[in-house]
Structure formats: structure tokens, C-alpha cells
């Protein structure tokens, strides 16, 4: 119960980031995957997919799945927290000037970039 309610959570929360800078999903949705889930790169990038299968990556996803690197249920549990984000940041970035989207954004986007680069 813990993993679908996180799983959801996690949705609201790429839905409202990616609703706000207009970012695909898998640029947060990926680390998440591998920091808070604890999966593989490759495990992570699959169950991504799984959340952007209607309609954007269902070929995609089939490779990672029949390749054993997908986990479809957490990835649409996901996507059903993306949609609630995803209105909701859509909305609040409509609040915000262009200026702080775009530094909030890059502020992100560094911060991520050293995690990974500096994780052995």
C-alpha cells in the first residue's frame, strides 16, 4: 500500500514539475526511479515509459518489458498522479513569470546533473 500511495505522490509531483516547465516527465521521473525506488538506470528509464504509454512510448516500452527492465504496474500508477500534477502545475505556472520558470528550472536541472555525475 506504502509503494502505491508513493507511487502516486511521486506522479503529482512529475505532473506539477512537468506542468510548470513543460519537461517530459522521465528528466525527474528517472532519478526518482533510482533514488527513492532504488532501481537500475535501465529498470528506471523502462517503468518511465510505462507511464508515457498512451500515447508517446508503448513501442519503446515493449523492448524494456519483454526485456525484463520495466515494472508496468508502478508505471501506471504513476501516470495517474502525472495527470493530477500536470493540471494542477499547468495552472500554478500560469502564476509564475517566464524568467523564474526558466531559473527554477535550470537551478533543478544542475542540481540533478551533479547528484548523478558525482554517484558512484
Known amino acids: ?16 514539475f512537468s506542468g ?5 516527465g522521465g528528466v525527474l521521473l528517472v532519478p526518482i526511479l533510482v533514488y527513492a525506488f532504488g532501481m537500475t538506470q535501465k529498470y528506471a528509464q523502462g517503468t518511465s515509459l510505462a507511464m508515457l504509454l498512451p500515447p508517446t512510448g508503448i513501442l519503446a516500452f515493449m523492448k524494456y518489458y519483454r526485456a525484463g527492465q520495466a515494472d508496468l504496474k508502478l508505471g501506471l500508477l504513476i501516470a495517474v498522479g502525472v495527470v493530477l500534477g500536470g493540471y494542477f502545475g499547468g495552472g500554478w505556472a500560469q502564476e509564475l513569470s517566464g524568467p523564474m520558470l526558466r531559473k527554477g528550472f535550470a537551478v533543478f536541472m544542475v542540481a540533478v546533473a551533479i547528484k548523478m555525475f558525482f554517484q558512484k
Open 1 to 16: 500500500m506504502v509503494r502505491i500511495v508513493l507511487a502516486i505522490v511521486v506522479g503529482v509531483v512529475v505532473g506539477v
Open 20 to 24: 510548470m516547465v513543460g519537461v517530459g
